[in-house]
């Protein structure tokens, strides 16, 4: 009796509805079969269709068709949690430097060989570091509106009343005096960390509602499971991991997720509250009982910034265990930012001391915007401190940049330029602020932005370095050609993820300026004036769309070279061919060209702009530090084209959150957007979040451990249980084929030797392999295809491999498929001919479809290929032999 085989389809980035997955067509009236609901629920199922029962014979010849759904985990239906979920996208920046920890080449496969000292560990150190200020950006920006425009600078009625809320009591009284507003203004981004601390908190599970059992790694007390189970111990130690996915904790990180958010939150909240903090130490130096409360409570802030630091690079926080407890340093860090928070809101609400400036001669006075030659009135009225502040932290977030591509790309021998160019800097500041005694004073015309370039290039030699690594024994197939960005992806992914977090602050900044000055720009007669970085960023961003513009420009025309090639290559000598022919072999050749672009030059394109980006960036950060305006007060001349160009930027940045907001709702609701964009946010939230707690929710945390119950369950049934399967064709398709290898690869060998891997639409090699090498390069994707190998007794006679095993891997492409490609790691490349004639055939009036990205089932390969598989898999299998796992 022939065993029952299921054929198990994992769809991809598009969210496929159920009934297309299963190839349901209507009958004429509507009464076609339909998708059944046979595990899971409406946001994560499994479906089969009405046509064919639970039970269905085991003589059945064609394989019964099983879909998984998952998309509603990213692009749910036209309901509230589509709004929801489009918030997500606000919080980019966080998910694309969540990304850049998982390519850093050189992850060692089993955790805990990772050293400190290595070059994977040192870069994972400064990526979370990268991570950790990142949420200090976001700290900053919100208290820059909340402290500086609103508490500091919006002093009258006039500007208080467009707050929305009752907030004119700020502007007399008890309430306007000394640094009372400023404490007032702390409630921003207090209450933003708050919220997101709230949001990260119910997101925990929000998508791994159904978590693996973890072992729980050597060396570490076993914790308790998302299900209140313990873990039973560690891993057995003939285990040999050969792939970081083979990880039993990778998809379980609640612990660390938990004790990082506490790291992220408190680190942020000491951030915010050192801005006014600092600010009055700097102007009012206290005395008394308001020191006795102030010094305090920077030590304590101080003592959070060292626990973080040292924490990040801690074991503890870097390894995932399950649901472990927060711990005593999680605890201390929270009383800690807790007693240090209460100290500088007493510290505020204080009489101003006797010494210093009064913060009352240093405030702008009511009425500036009206008299700007009122006494007090200055061009920059910001409060004072904030704009170095600013300046000072985004130019260290630059060099960190450029160190962790240094140190990713060349090793920790390649520190050397980067933290030369560090002290370099420090030495010159230190120069021309008079701090070095015995030492000339510096030149009368050297300022600080002079330094900054020359350090910043400096920094930047270290990325030309030679690349360096461990030798690779693998032969790297087509698709892995090298590395991308030639060993720099850590750095660029977190630097664009940078980029657009610069550009969110500072848009945010802008628009609350904008909008309390009443449709006001800021030129010098506002009654608020937004910090002066905010103005250079909408200079900088106004040129980079001009240089993504070129970048764009640079892509067609390589498009359009590629389609003339590939034209050339499909019309005969002679040009034979009809007027229609002609036609379909332009149609073609246009997607033919458009798969050798996205597979050939994308990554080549997006590193050119990124090399852009990178000395803008440093141009930026220098500018920033000159503490002047990109235009004069007064424009002429040239000067008109640049406050044209820098006003333009700044309303751009205004509305870019609203922008990507809604762009990201139109990913989850819109198809055709869905399928143009929708490939880059599945990338950023696949991956764990390991690097950065308030990223977006990994929708494989609930997928990934799904599927490997759904499969290893069917599998182990009793033989004479109607749902019992005796193997199963892993179908995934795009994204799914991602998913289906990170499930294989977890999944214990008794059952991966009744499986088979079809994999169509797979961009495991040119995007995967290339920019996350430690799991799918040319050293870790063959450990795939090797846990895919199938005993003698299910190789076909005569095509047994040297080793008496055959890969179980099927790979169908397509040359008009973007994201289709060849893998070349040990399973069987089948290239499916798309479109399948030039011209109708059989019968049929219309051309045949060019299916590009979709419709591989459908493929006469496909299902040539599907009938040899289900054949194998029907034959017997010897049980598995005694201590296979």
């Not at 159904?210 to 003939?238: K, R």
């Not at 019992?724 to 030797?753: E, F, K, N, Y």
């Amino acid at each position: 009796m022939a065993g029952r085989v299921l054929e198990l389809r994992v769809h991809g980035v598009s969210n496929t509805p159920p009934d297309q997955i299963l190839g349901l067509q209507p009958e004429p009236g509507g009464d076609g079969p339909r998708p059944w609901l046979v595990a899971g629920d409406e946001v994560t199922g499994f479906y089969r269709s009405t046509a064919a029962g639970a039970a269905d014979p085991p003589t059945a010849t064609p394989p019964v068709v099983e879909a998984y759904s998952w998309g509603q985990l990213t692009s749910g239906a036209r309901t509230a949690h589509d709004v929801y979920r489009a918030f997500w996208t606000l919080v980019l920046p966080f998910a694309l430097a969540n990304v850049a920890l998982h390519a850093r080449p050189g992850i060692p496969p089993d955790p805990d060989q990772e050293r400190w000292g290595s070059r994977s560990g040192i870069t994972a150190w400064l990526l979370r570091l990268f991570c950790l200020s990142l949420t200090g950006t976001l700290a900053l920006a919100a208290t820059g509106i909340g402290v500086d425009l609103v508490g500091w600078q919006c002093v009258d009625e006039a500007c208080l009343g467009r707050i929305p809320g009752p907030w004119e009591f700020l502007g007399h009284g008890w309430w306007s005096e000394g640094s009372h507003p400023l404490a007032v203004g702390l409630l921003l981004p207090i209450g933003l960390l708050v919220v997101l601390g709230l949001l990260t908190w119910r997101t925990y599970q929000y998508e791994a509602q159904m978590p693996a059992q973890p072992a729980v790694p050597s060396g570490e007390d076993a914790g308790t499971t998302a299900t209140g189970t313990t873990a039973t111990g560690p891993a057995p130690s003939d285990q040999r991991l050969d792939n970081p996915l083979q990880d039993p904790t990778f998809w379980c990180g609640e612990g660390q997720l938990r004790r990082a958010a506490v790291l992220h939150l408190c680190t942020g909240t000491a951030t915010a509250a050192a801005v006014p903090l600092g600010a009055v130490l700097a102007m009012d130096p206290p005395h008394g009982a308001k020191a006795a409360v102030a010094w305090p409570s920077v030590l304590l802030f101080v003592a959070v910034a060292v626990i973080a630091v040292v924490a990040l690079g801690r074991p503890w926080l870097s390894r995932r265990a399950g649901a472990t407890p927060l711990g005593r340093w999680s605890l201390a860090v929270i009383v800690l930012t807790g007693v240090g928070l209460a100290g500088t809101v007493l510290f505020l609400l204080l009489p101003e001391g006797p010494a210093g400036s009064a913060l009352a001669a240093l405030r702008p006075p009511a009425g500036c915007a009206e008299n700007p030659r009122l006494a007090g009135c200055q061009a920059d009225r910001s409060l004072p401190g904030y704009d170095w502040i600013i300046s000072w932290f985004g130019t260290g977030q630059v060099l960190l940049l450029i160190t962790i591509g240094v140190v990713s790309r060349s090793g920790r021998r390649a520190l050397a330029a980067p933290v030369t160019a560090v002290l370099l800097l420090a030495a010159g500041v230190a120069w021309i602020s008079g701090w070095l005694p015995g030492v000339a004073p510096a030149p009368p015309g050297l300022a600080i932005w002079m330094l900054a370039v020359p350090a910043g290039l400096l920094a930047g030699t270290g990325l030309l370095l030679p690349r360096t690594g461990p030798a690779s024994t693998a032969v790297p197939p087509a698709g892995h050609t090298d590395l991308a960005w030639g060993g720099r992806g850590a750095a660029l992914i977190a630097g664009f993820g940078w980029l657009l977090m610069i550009a969110y602050c500072a848009g945010v900044l802008y628009w609350a300026a904008d909008r309390l000055n009443n449709g006001a720009t800021p030129s010098g007669r506002s009654a608020v004036v937004p910090p002066i970085p905010v103005m250079w960023a909408g200079l900088a961003f106004a040129i980079a769309l001009l240089t993504l513009l070129v970048v764009v420009v640079h892509g067609a025309v390589l498009f359009s070279r590629i389609r003339c090639r590939e034209y050339a290559g499909l019309v005969p000598p002679g040009n034979t061919l009809s007027a229609h022919e002609i036609r379909r072999c332009r149609d073609v050749s246009t997607y033919r060209a458009l798969h050798r672009l996205v597979g050939e030059h994308g990554i080549r394109l997006v590193g050119r702009y990124g090399v852009v980006a990178a000395l803008l960036a440093v141009s930026g950060c220098a500018a920033a530090l000159s503490h002047t305006r990109p235009h004069p007060m007064s424009v002429t001349g040239w000067s008109v084209v640049v406050k044209a160009v820098s006003d333009i930027g700044d309303s751009l940045l205004g509305w870019l959150p609203v922008a990507i907001a809604g762009l990201g709702l139109l990913v989850y609701r819109n198809e055709t957007v869905r399928r143009s964009v929708g490939v880059i946010w599945d990338i950023a939230t696949f991956w764990p979040r390991a690097a950065h707690p308030l990223a977006p929710p990994s929708y494989a945390e609930r997928a990934v451990p799904e599927l490997q119950t759904r499969a290893a369950g069917l599998l182990a049934l009793p033989e004479n249980d109607p749902r019992r399967m005796d193997g199963i064709i892993l179908s995934g398709h795009s994204q799914g084929t991602v998913l289906c290898a990170a499930m294989l690869l977890q999944l214990p060998a008794r059952w991966r030797q009744r499986i088979w891997f079809f994999s169509y639409g797979c961009q495991l090699t040119r995007l995967y392999g290339r920019i996350f090498p430690a799991y799918f390069g040319p050293d870790r994707l063959p450990v795939l295809a090797d846990a895919l190998t199938r005993p003698d007794a299910l190789t076909e006679a005569g095509a047994r491999t040297e080793a008496g095993a055959r890969t179980g891997w099927t790979n169908f492409w397509r040359e008009t498929d973007p994201l289709g490609w060849p893998v070349g790691a040990g399973g069987q490349d089948l290239p499916v001919r798309d479109p399948e004639a030039l011209h109708p055939s059989d019968g049929e009036v219309a051309d045949p479809p060019i299916r590009s990205h979709s419709g591989y089932p459908e493929a006469a390969e496909y299902r040539r290929e599907r009938a040899r598989v289900t054949w194998l898999l029907r034959r017997p299998v010897p049980a598995p032999r005694q201590g296979v796992d």
